[in-house]
Protein backbone atom coordinates (compact mmCIF):
# COMPACT_ATOMS: atom_id res chain seq x y z
CA UNK A 1 0.00 0.00 0.00
CA UNK A 2 3.13 2.23 0.79
CA UNK A 3 3.12 3.01 -3.20
CA UNK A 4 -0.29 3.82 -3.40
CA UNK A 5 -0.40 6.32 -0.13
CA UNK A 6 1.94 8.51 -2.70
CA UNK A 7 0.03 8.48 -5.06
CA UNK A 8 -2.89 9.44 -3.41
CA UNK A 9 -3.75 13.09 -2.12
CA UNK A 10 -5.14 13.34 1.27
CA UNK A 11 -7.92 15.94 1.26
CA UNK A 12 -8.98 15.21 4.92
CA UNK A 13 -9.86 12.36 7.18
CA UNK A 14 -11.93 10.54 4.90
CA UNK A 15 -11.45 11.67 1.25
CA UNK A 16 -8.40 10.28 -1.01
CA UNK A 17 -7.81 11.94 -4.30
CA UNK A 18 -6.13 10.44 -7.26
CA UNK A 19 -5.26 13.34 -9.52
CA UNK A 20 -5.62 12.73 -13.80
CA UNK A 21 -2.22 12.81 -13.93
CA UNK A 22 -1.58 9.34 -12.59
CA UNK A 23 -2.46 8.10 -15.68
CA UNK A 24 -2.37 9.53 -19.38
CA UNK A 25 -6.17 9.74 -20.44
CA UNK A 26 -8.17 10.39 -16.91
CA UNK A 27 -10.67 12.81 -17.92
CA UNK A 28 -11.61 13.89 -14.17
CA UNK A 29 -9.56 12.46 -10.30
CA UNK A 30 -10.38 10.11 -8.15
CA UNK A 31 -12.04 10.37 -5.36
CA UNK A 32 -12.21 7.50 -2.72
CA UNK A 33 -13.98 7.51 0.69
CA UNK A 34 -11.75 6.28 3.22
CA UNK A 35 -9.89 6.81 6.23
CA UNK A 36 -6.13 5.15 6.76
CA UNK A 37 -6.82 2.28 8.29
CA UNK A 38 -9.04 1.15 5.81
CA UNK A 39 -6.65 2.31 2.50
CA UNK A 40 -4.16 -0.34 3.37
CA UNK A 41 -7.10 -3.19 2.79
CA UNK A 42 -8.39 -1.09 -0.34
CA UNK A 43 -4.54 -0.67 -1.68
CA UNK A 44 -3.75 -4.34 -1.34
CA UNK A 45 -6.61 -5.22 -3.98
CA UNK A 46 -5.24 -2.57 -6.44
CA UNK A 47 -8.78 -1.12 -6.70
CA UNK A 48 -7.62 2.68 -7.07
CA UNK A 49 -6.55 1.14 -10.71
CA UNK A 50 -9.75 0.68 -10.98
CA UNK A 51 -10.86 4.21 -9.96
CA UNK A 52 -8.42 5.84 -11.94
CA UNK A 53 -9.45 3.49 -14.96
CA UNK A 54 -13.05 4.59 -14.84
CA UNK A 55 -12.21 7.98 -15.09
CA UNK A 56 -11.16 7.30 -18.84
CA UNK A 57 -15.07 6.70 -19.39
CA UNK A 58 -15.83 9.21 -22.62
CA UNK A 59 -18.70 12.10 -20.86
CA UNK A 60 -17.37 11.36 -17.67
CA UNK A 61 -17.70 14.66 -15.08
CA UNK A 62 -17.14 15.11 -11.36
CA UNK A 63 -15.16 12.67 -10.05
CA UNK A 64 -14.63 8.38 -10.21
CA UNK A 65 -16.10 7.56 -7.05
CA UNK A 66 -15.43 4.90 -4.83
CA UNK A 67 -17.27 4.40 -1.62
CA UNK A 68 -15.99 3.06 1.72
CA UNK A 69 -16.99 -0.30 1.03
CA UNK A 70 -15.08 -0.64 -2.23
CA UNK A 71 -13.36 -3.37 -3.29
CA UNK A 72 -12.45 -5.18 -6.41
CA UNK A 73 -14.75 -6.05 -9.15
CA UNK A 74 -15.33 -6.09 -13.05
CA UNK A 75 -14.04 -3.49 -14.35
CA UNK A 76 -15.76 -1.01 -11.89
CA UNK A 77 -14.71 -1.75 -8.20
CA UNK A 78 -17.79 -2.76 -6.19
CA UNK A 79 -18.24 0.59 -4.34
CA UNK A 80 -17.91 2.75 -7.22
CA UNK A 81 -19.96 5.40 -8.79
CA UNK A 82 -19.83 7.13 -12.07
CA UNK A 83 -21.48 10.23 -13.92
CA UNK A 84 -21.64 10.36 -17.45
CA UNK A 85 -22.87 12.93 -19.89
CA UNK A 86 -26.68 11.96 -21.59
CA UNK A 87 -25.50 14.19 -24.86
CA UNK A 88 -22.06 12.41 -25.46
CA UNK A 89 -21.09 10.08 -22.33
CA UNK A 90 -21.84 6.38 -22.57
CA UNK A 91 -23.53 3.90 -20.41
CA UNK A 92 -21.03 0.50 -19.07
CA UNK A 93 -22.81 -2.69 -17.92
CA UNK A 94 -19.57 -3.00 -15.70
CA UNK A 95 -20.69 -0.08 -14.10
CA UNK A 96 -24.19 -1.47 -13.13
CA UNK A 97 -22.38 -5.14 -12.36
CA UNK A 98 -24.09 -8.74 -12.76
CA UNK A 99 -26.28 -8.89 -10.61
CA UNK A 100 -28.43 -5.89 -11.81
CA UNK A 101 -31.08 -4.14 -9.15
CA UNK A 102 -29.35 -6.52 -6.08
CA UNK A 103 -30.44 -4.40 -3.50
CA UNK A 104 -32.12 -4.31 0.05
CA UNK A 105 -35.61 -4.42 1.48
CA UNK A 106 -36.53 -3.33 5.20
CA UNK A 107 -39.93 -4.48 6.69
CA UNK A 108 -41.18 -2.99 10.23
CA UNK A 109 -42.76 -5.04 12.34
CA UNK A 110 -44.71 -4.09 16.03
CA UNK A 111 -43.45 -7.55 17.62
CA UNK A 112 -39.88 -7.22 20.33
CA UNK A 113 -37.18 -8.84 21.04
CA UNK A 114 -38.85 -10.65 23.99
CA UNK A 115 -41.83 -11.57 21.39
CA UNK A 116 -39.82 -12.99 18.81
CA UNK A 117 -36.57 -14.74 20.86
CA UNK A 118 -38.46 -17.56 22.36
CA UNK A 119 -40.00 -18.40 19.03
CA UNK A 120 -37.02 -17.59 17.04
CA UNK A 121 -35.69 -21.32 15.59
CA UNK A 122 -39.30 -21.56 14.58
CA UNK A 123 -39.36 -18.13 12.67
CA UNK A 124 -36.25 -18.94 11.19
CA UNK A 125 -37.36 -22.49 10.01
CA UNK A 126 -40.59 -21.24 8.81
CA UNK A 127 -38.81 -18.30 6.45
CA UNK A 128 -36.52 -21.18 5.12
CA UNK A 129 -39.22 -23.21 4.29
CA UNK A 130 -41.49 -20.41 2.76
CA UNK A 131 -38.79 -18.59 0.31
CA UNK A 132 -36.69 -21.09 -2.08
CA UNK A 133 -32.82 -20.02 -1.64
CA UNK A 134 -29.73 -21.15 -3.08
CA UNK A 135 -27.86 -21.35 -6.17
CA UNK A 136 -30.09 -22.17 -9.26
CA UNK A 137 -33.37 -22.86 -6.93
CA UNK A 138 -36.62 -22.42 -8.26
CA UNK A 139 -39.47 -20.73 -7.06
CA UNK A 140 -42.66 -21.15 -6.13
CA UNK A 141 -44.49 -18.92 -9.05
CA UNK A 142 -44.77 -20.68 -12.16
CA UNK A 143 -44.66 -18.31 -15.01
CA UNK A 144 -46.41 -19.15 -18.16
CA UNK A 145 -46.10 -18.69 -22.00
CA UNK A 146 -45.25 -15.00 -22.50
CA UNK A 147 -45.91 -13.52 -18.91
CA UNK A 148 -42.30 -12.97 -17.92
CA UNK A 149 -42.41 -10.35 -20.38
CA UNK A 150 -45.39 -8.35 -18.33
CA UNK A 151 -42.86 -8.81 -15.08
CA UNK A 152 -40.16 -7.07 -17.30
CA UNK A 153 -42.34 -4.20 -18.01
CA UNK A 154 -44.58 -4.03 -14.77
CA UNK A 155 -41.67 -5.24 -12.38
CA UNK A 156 -43.58 -5.08 -8.72
CA UNK A 157 -46.79 -3.92 -9.89
CA UNK A 158 -46.96 -7.33 -11.16
CA UNK A 159 -46.65 -9.15 -8.18
CA UNK A 160 -49.29 -6.84 -6.49
CA UNK A 161 -51.86 -7.28 -9.06
CA UNK A 162 -51.15 -11.05 -8.95
CA UNK A 163 -52.25 -10.46 -4.83
CA UNK A 164 -47.90 -10.71 -3.73
CA UNK A 165 -48.42 -7.87 -1.23
CA UNK A 166 -50.41 -4.55 -0.89
CA UNK A 167 -50.88 -1.36 -3.22
CA UNK A 168 -48.97 0.84 -0.50
CA UNK A 169 -45.92 -1.33 -1.02
CA UNK A 170 -45.17 0.16 -4.51
CA UNK A 171 -45.26 3.90 -2.68
CA UNK A 172 -42.32 2.87 -0.69
CA UNK A 173 -40.36 1.14 -3.52
CA UNK A 174 -37.44 2.70 -5.73
CA UNK A 175 -38.85 3.78 -9.02
CA UNK A 176 -42.45 2.59 -7.29
CA UNK A 177 -40.70 -1.03 -7.95
CA UNK A 178 -41.55 -0.43 -11.76
CA UNK A 179 -38.40 1.14 -13.88
CA UNK A 180 -39.78 2.98 -17.10
CA UNK A 181 -38.20 2.10 -20.70
CA UNK A 182 -38.21 -1.50 -19.68
CA UNK A 183 -38.36 -3.66 -23.18
CA UNK A 184 -38.61 -7.11 -23.51
CA UNK A 185 -37.81 -7.12 -26.60
CA UNK A 186 -34.28 -5.64 -25.71
CA UNK A 187 -33.89 -8.85 -23.38
CA UNK A 188 -32.30 -12.47 -24.79
CA UNK A 189 -34.25 -15.37 -25.09
CA UNK A 190 -31.72 -17.39 -22.81
CA UNK A 191 -31.86 -14.42 -20.08
CA UNK A 192 -35.92 -15.22 -19.94
CA UNK A 193 -35.19 -19.00 -19.91
CA UNK A 194 -33.03 -18.64 -16.54
CA UNK A 195 -35.04 -15.90 -15.15
CA UNK A 196 -38.70 -17.37 -15.63
CA UNK A 197 -38.08 -20.11 -13.12
CA UNK A 198 -36.19 -18.22 -10.67
CA UNK A 199 -38.79 -15.05 -9.54
CA UNK A 200 -39.50 -15.43 -5.94
CA UNK A 201 -36.46 -17.00 -4.83
CA UNK A 202 -33.35 -15.71 -2.54
CA UNK A 203 -30.32 -16.82 -4.62
CA UNK A 204 -26.88 -17.40 -3.47
CA UNK A 205 -24.26 -15.63 -1.59
CA UNK A 206 -24.29 -12.74 0.09
CA UNK A 207 -27.89 -12.56 -0.45
CA UNK A 208 -30.11 -13.08 3.00
CA UNK A 209 -33.28 -12.77 4.57
CA UNK A 210 -32.79 -11.68 8.03
CA UNK A 211 -34.56 -11.38 11.27
CA UNK A 212 -33.00 -7.82 13.41
CA UNK A 213 -33.55 -6.45 16.66
CA UNK A 214 -33.28 -2.54 16.70
CA UNK A 215 -30.14 -1.70 19.04
CA UNK A 216 -29.61 1.70 19.45
CA UNK A 217 -31.01 4.90 17.56
CA UNK A 218 -29.03 7.82 16.60
CA UNK A 219 -32.09 10.12 15.60
CA UNK A 220 -35.44 9.31 17.15
CA UNK A 221 -37.46 11.82 14.96
CA UNK A 222 -36.44 10.39 11.85
CA UNK A 223 -36.25 6.79 13.02
CA UNK A 224 -39.92 7.57 14.09
CA UNK A 225 -40.88 8.92 10.36
CA UNK A 226 -39.55 5.62 9.40
CA UNK A 227 -41.63 3.83 11.73
CA UNK A 228 -39.06 2.21 14.30
CA UNK A 229 -40.47 3.59 17.20
CA UNK A 230 -37.65 1.92 19.91
CA UNK A 231 -34.92 -0.25 20.52
CA UNK A 232 -36.08 -3.77 21.06
CA UNK A 233 -37.99 -3.38 17.94
CA UNK A 234 -38.31 -6.29 15.22
CA UNK A 235 -37.44 -6.09 11.28
CA UNK A 236 -36.94 -7.96 8.79
CA UNK A 237 -34.02 -7.13 6.34
CA UNK A 238 -33.95 -9.07 2.64
CA UNK A 239 -31.44 -8.85 0.40
CA UNK A 240 -31.25 -10.13 -3.37
CA UNK A 241 -31.49 -9.27 -6.34
CA UNK A 242 -32.24 -10.04 -10.21
CA UNK A 243 -30.59 -13.71 -10.02
CA UNK A 244 -29.63 -15.45 -13.29
CA UNK A 245 -31.74 -13.06 -15.20
CA UNK A 246 -29.86 -10.13 -14.53
CA UNK A 247 -26.36 -11.77 -14.55
CA UNK A 248 -27.20 -13.20 -18.47
CA UNK A 249 -28.63 -9.60 -19.62
CA UNK A 250 -25.22 -8.67 -18.38
CA UNK A 251 -23.39 -11.16 -20.36
CA UNK A 252 -24.84 -10.62 -23.47
CA UNK A 253 -24.36 -6.68 -22.77
CA UNK A 254 -20.76 -7.54 -22.64
CA UNK A 255 -20.28 -8.80 -25.98
CA UNK A 256 -22.51 -6.48 -27.43
CA UNK A 257 -20.96 -3.54 -25.86
CA UNK A 258 -17.33 -5.33 -26.50
CA UNK A 259 -18.00 -4.94 -30.45
CA UNK A 260 -19.68 -1.37 -29.65
CA UNK A 261 -16.21 0.10 -28.32
CA UNK A 262 -14.45 -0.97 -31.42
CA UNK A 263 -17.29 0.68 -33.61
CA UNK A 264 -17.28 4.07 -31.76
CA UNK A 265 -13.22 4.12 -31.37
CA UNK A 266 -13.62 4.19 -27.86
CA UNK A 267 -10.11 3.92 -25.97
CA UNK A 268 -10.27 2.06 -22.33
CA UNK A 269 -7.43 0.84 -20.05
CA UNK A 270 -9.42 -2.14 -19.48
CA UNK A 271 -11.91 -4.07 -21.73
CA UNK A 272 -13.88 -4.85 -19.07
CA UNK A 273 -15.19 -1.43 -19.09
CA UNK A 274 -16.41 -2.16 -22.52
CA UNK A 275 -19.25 0.65 -23.56
CA UNK A 276 -21.13 2.47 -26.19
CA UNK A 277 -22.30 6.30 -26.35
CA UNK A 278 -25.96 6.36 -23.75
CA UNK A 279 -27.54 7.66 -27.08
CA UNK A 280 -26.58 5.05 -29.59
CA UNK A 281 -28.46 1.82 -30.43
CA UNK A 282 -26.69 -0.37 -28.19
CA UNK A 283 -26.89 2.14 -25.21
CA UNK A 284 -30.64 2.49 -25.65
CA UNK A 285 -30.51 -1.66 -25.94
CA UNK A 286 -28.66 -1.94 -22.47
CA UNK A 287 -30.81 0.44 -20.89
CA UNK A 288 -34.15 -0.96 -21.72
CA UNK A 289 -32.80 -4.35 -20.82
CA UNK A 290 -31.22 -3.61 -17.20
CA UNK A 291 -34.64 -1.63 -16.69
CA UNK A 292 -35.96 -5.16 -16.96
CA UNK A 293 -33.67 -6.89 -14.93
CA UNK A 294 -34.24 -3.95 -12.47
CA UNK A 295 -38.34 -4.60 -12.78
CA UNK A 296 -37.47 -8.42 -12.14
CA UNK A 297 -35.52 -7.61 -9.22
CA UNK A 298 -38.43 -5.41 -7.33
CA UNK A 299 -40.68 -8.02 -8.19
CA UNK A 300 -38.53 -10.79 -6.74
CA UNK A 301 -38.25 -9.48 -3.59
CA UNK A 302 -41.68 -7.86 -3.15
CA UNK A 303 -42.78 -11.85 -3.55
CA UNK A 304 -39.69 -12.61 -0.76
CA UNK A 305 -41.10 -10.18 1.85
CA UNK A 306 -45.38 -11.85 1.11
CA UNK A 307 -43.74 -15.09 1.68
CA UNK A 308 -42.15 -13.52 4.96
CA UNK A 309 -45.00 -11.58 5.97
CA UNK A 310 -46.85 -15.23 5.99
CA UNK A 311 -43.79 -16.87 7.24
CA UNK A 312 -44.17 -14.54 10.88
CA UNK A 313 -48.12 -14.98 10.48
CA UNK A 314 -48.13 -18.33 10.49
CA UNK A 315 -46.05 -18.34 13.83
CA UNK A 316 -47.84 -15.75 15.62
CA UNK A 317 -51.35 -17.14 15.00
CA UNK A 318 -51.73 -13.07 13.81
CA UNK A 319 -52.60 -11.52 10.30
CA UNK A 320 -49.42 -9.55 8.81
CA UNK A 321 -51.11 -6.52 9.09
CA UNK A 322 -52.00 -7.14 13.12
CA UNK A 323 -48.27 -7.75 13.11
CA UNK A 324 -47.15 -4.12 11.54
CA UNK A 325 -45.39 -5.80 8.67
CA UNK A 326 -45.37 -2.58 7.07
CA UNK A 327 -42.34 -1.76 4.34
CA UNK A 328 -39.96 0.82 5.05
CA UNK A 329 -37.97 1.56 2.07
CA UNK A 330 -36.26 -0.80 -0.92
CA UNK A 331 -33.47 0.63 -2.31
CA UNK A 332 -31.11 -0.64 -5.23
CA UNK A 333 -27.62 -1.16 -4.94
CA UNK A 334 -26.78 -1.86 -8.96
CA UNK A 335 -28.22 0.50 -11.51
CA UNK A 336 -27.71 3.13 -13.79
CA UNK A 337 -30.18 5.76 -13.69
CA UNK A 338 -30.83 9.07 -15.76
CA UNK A 339 -30.54 11.94 -13.21
CA UNK A 340 -29.90 15.38 -13.11
CA UNK A 341 -27.47 17.67 -11.32
CA UNK A 342 -25.42 20.56 -11.55
CA UNK A 343 -21.66 20.63 -12.23
CA UNK A 344 -19.91 24.39 -12.12
CA UNK A 345 -23.11 26.31 -12.15
CA UNK A 346 -24.39 24.15 -15.24
CA UNK A 347 -27.33 21.83 -15.50
CA UNK A 348 -26.84 18.16 -16.96
CA UNK A 349 -28.58 15.01 -17.82
CA UNK A 350 -26.48 12.34 -16.39
CA UNK A 351 -26.13 8.50 -16.81
CA UNK A 352 -25.39 7.57 -13.02
CA UNK A 353 -23.78 4.43 -12.75
CA UNK A 354 -24.17 2.43 -8.80
CA UNK A 355 -22.53 -0.18 -8.38
CA UNK A 356 -22.51 -1.33 -5.06
CA UNK A 357 -23.52 2.33 -3.73
CA UNK A 358 -27.27 3.04 -1.69
CA UNK A 359 -29.10 6.56 -2.97
CA UNK A 360 -29.22 8.41 -0.82
CA UNK A 361 -31.30 11.43 -1.59
CA UNK A 362 -31.68 14.41 0.96
CA UNK A 363 -35.27 15.86 2.47
CA UNK A 364 -37.16 17.76 -0.08
CA UNK A 365 -36.76 15.74 -2.87
CA UNK A 366 -39.15 14.44 -5.29
CA UNK A 367 -38.28 11.09 -5.91
CA UNK A 368 -38.72 9.62 -2.24
CA UNK A 369 -42.06 8.69 -0.45
CA UNK A 370 -43.74 11.59 0.48
CA UNK A 371 -44.02 10.21 4.06
CA UNK A 372 -39.97 10.64 4.27
CA UNK A 373 -39.81 13.91 2.27
CA UNK A 374 -39.62 16.24 5.55
CA UNK A 375 -36.69 14.05 6.65
CA UNK A 376 -34.89 12.10 3.69
CA UNK A 377 -34.94 8.73 2.48
CA UNK A 378 -34.14 5.59 3.88
CA UNK A 379 -30.50 4.05 3.47
CA UNK A 380 -30.77 0.48 3.86
CA UNK A 381 -26.72 -0.69 4.72
CA UNK A 382 -26.49 -4.08 5.60
CA UNK A 383 -23.55 -5.67 7.96
CA UNK A 384 -22.25 -9.48 7.40
CA UNK A 385 -24.55 -12.02 9.19
CA UNK A 386 -22.66 -11.78 13.01
CA UNK A 387 -23.03 -7.95 13.18
CA UNK A 388 -24.69 -4.45 12.63
CA UNK A 389 -26.83 -3.48 9.50
CA UNK A 390 -27.60 0.79 9.69
CA UNK A 391 -30.03 2.47 8.62
CA UNK A 392 -28.82 5.81 7.47
CA UNK A 393 -30.74 9.35 5.89
CA UNK A 394 -29.64 11.19 2.78
CA UNK A 395 -28.18 14.58 2.55
CA UNK A 396 -27.49 17.60 0.86
CA UNK A 397 -23.46 16.86 0.49
CA UNK A 398 -24.36 13.53 -1.28
CA UNK A 399 -26.26 15.62 -4.31
CA UNK A 400 -23.54 18.02 -4.32
CA UNK A 401 -20.52 15.88 -4.04
CA UNK A 402 -21.54 11.93 -4.36
CA UNK A 403 -24.45 12.51 -7.10
CA UNK A 404 -27.02 11.45 -4.09
CA UNK A 405 -24.81 8.18 -3.42
CA UNK A 406 -23.33 6.62 -0.14
CA UNK A 407 -22.27 3.54 0.52
CA UNK A 408 -24.29 0.05 0.30
CA UNK A 409 -22.74 -2.81 2.35
CA UNK A 410 -19.62 -3.97 4.52
CA UNK A 411 -17.64 -4.91 1.80
CA UNK A 412 -15.31 -7.72 1.04
CA UNK A 413 -12.16 -8.45 2.63
CA UNK A 414 -11.69 -12.26 1.83
CA UNK A 415 -12.69 -13.93 -1.29
CA UNK A 416 -15.37 -16.94 -0.96
CA UNK A 417 -12.38 -19.50 -1.50
CA UNK A 418 -10.41 -17.75 1.06
CA UNK A 419 -13.07 -17.95 3.60
CA UNK A 420 -13.56 -21.85 3.50
CA UNK A 421 -9.52 -22.27 2.76
CA UNK A 422 -8.74 -20.45 6.66
CA UNK A 423 -12.52 -21.02 8.46
CA UNK A 424 -14.17 -24.19 9.18
CA UNK A 425 -18.02 -24.72 9.65
CA UNK A 426 -18.16 -25.53 13.23
CA UNK A 427 -16.14 -22.21 13.76
CA UNK A 428 -18.63 -20.11 11.95
CA UNK A 429 -21.65 -22.31 13.75
CA UNK A 430 -20.44 -21.60 17.26
CA UNK A 431 -19.97 -18.07 16.90
CA UNK A 432 -22.87 -17.28 15.48
CA UNK A 433 -24.43 -19.20 18.56
CA UNK A 434 -22.41 -17.25 21.04
CA UNK A 435 -23.52 -14.11 19.40
CA UNK A 436 -27.56 -15.63 19.87
CA UNK A 437 -28.14 -16.05 16.31
CA UNK A 438 -30.08 -18.58 14.79
CA UNK A 439 -29.19 -19.99 11.38
CA UNK A 440 -30.23 -21.91 8.04
CA UNK A 441 -28.26 -22.39 5.30
CA UNK A 442 -28.72 -24.82 1.83
CA UNK A 443 -25.41 -25.65 2.64
CA UNK A 444 -22.29 -25.54 5.04
CA UNK A 445 -20.06 -24.20 2.95
CA UNK A 446 -22.67 -21.05 1.88
CA UNK A 447 -22.63 -20.43 5.53
CA UNK A 448 -18.64 -20.34 5.59
CA UNK A 449 -18.27 -17.60 3.05
CA UNK A 450 -20.31 -15.31 4.48
CA UNK A 451 -18.36 -15.84 7.56
CA UNK A 452 -17.69 -11.92 9.11
CA UNK A 453 -14.03 -12.37 9.16
CA UNK A 454 -14.78 -12.04 4.91
CA UNK A 455 -16.25 -8.76 5.47
CA UNK A 456 -15.13 -4.86 6.31
CA UNK A 457 -16.96 -3.94 10.06
CA UNK A 458 -19.82 -2.05 8.63
CA UNK A 459 -19.32 0.22 11.55
CA UNK A 460 -16.05 1.27 9.89
CA UNK A 461 -17.77 2.00 6.77
CA UNK A 462 -20.94 3.91 7.82
CA UNK A 463 -18.60 6.17 10.08
CA UNK A 464 -16.89 7.32 6.88
CA UNK A 465 -20.14 7.87 4.86
CA UNK A 466 -21.00 9.92 8.10
CA UNK A 467 -17.51 11.60 8.51
CA UNK A 468 -17.31 12.64 4.59
CA UNK A 469 -21.24 14.00 5.03
CA UNK A 470 -22.58 11.86 2.36
CA UNK A 471 -25.24 9.86 4.58
CA UNK A 472 -25.89 10.10 8.27
CA UNK A 473 -26.63 7.37 10.67
CA UNK A 474 -30.41 6.49 11.69
CA UNK A 475 -30.06 3.33 13.66
CA UNK A 476 -28.61 -0.08 13.92
CA UNK A 477 -29.97 -3.83 14.16
CA UNK A 478 -27.98 -6.95 15.39
CA UNK A 479 -29.68 -10.10 13.48
CA UNK A 480 -31.07 -12.64 15.92
CA UNK A 481 -32.30 -14.87 13.27
CA UNK A 482 -30.11 -15.47 9.61
CA UNK A 483 -31.43 -17.72 6.34
CA UNK A 484 -28.50 -17.75 3.74
CA UNK A 485 -29.21 -19.15 0.24
Given at each position: ????K??????????????????????????????????????????????????F???????????????????????????????????????????????????????????????????????????????????????????????????????????????????????????????P????????????????????????????????I????????????????????I?????????????????T????????????????????????????????A???????????????????????????????????????????????????????????????????????F???????????R???????????M?????????????????????????G????????????????????????????????K??L????????????????V?????????????????????
Open positions: MAGWKILRKIDDYRWEIDPSYKPGMQVPGLIYSDEQMLDQIGEEQTPDQVANVALPGIVGKSLAMPDIHWGYGFPIGGVAATRMEDGVISPGGVGFDINCGVRLVLTNLTENDVRPRIEKVVNELFHAVPSGLGSEGRIKLKGKEIDKVLRDGARWAIEKGYGEPEDLEFTEENGSMKGADSRVSERAKKRGTPQLGTLGSGNHFLEVQVVDEYDESVARAFGVEQTGQVVILHTGSRGFGHQVCDDYLKMGKAVRDYGIELPDRQLACAPTKSAEGQDYLAMACAANYAWTNRQCIMHWAREALAKVFGKSYRDLGMNLTYDVAHNIAKIEEYTINGKKYSLCVHRKGATRAPAGNPDIPSAYDVGQPVLIPGDGRFSYVAVGTEKAMEESFGSTCHGARVKSRRAAKKSLSFDEVADELRSKGITFKATSSAVEEASQAYKDVADVVHAEGAGISRKVLKARPIGVVKG
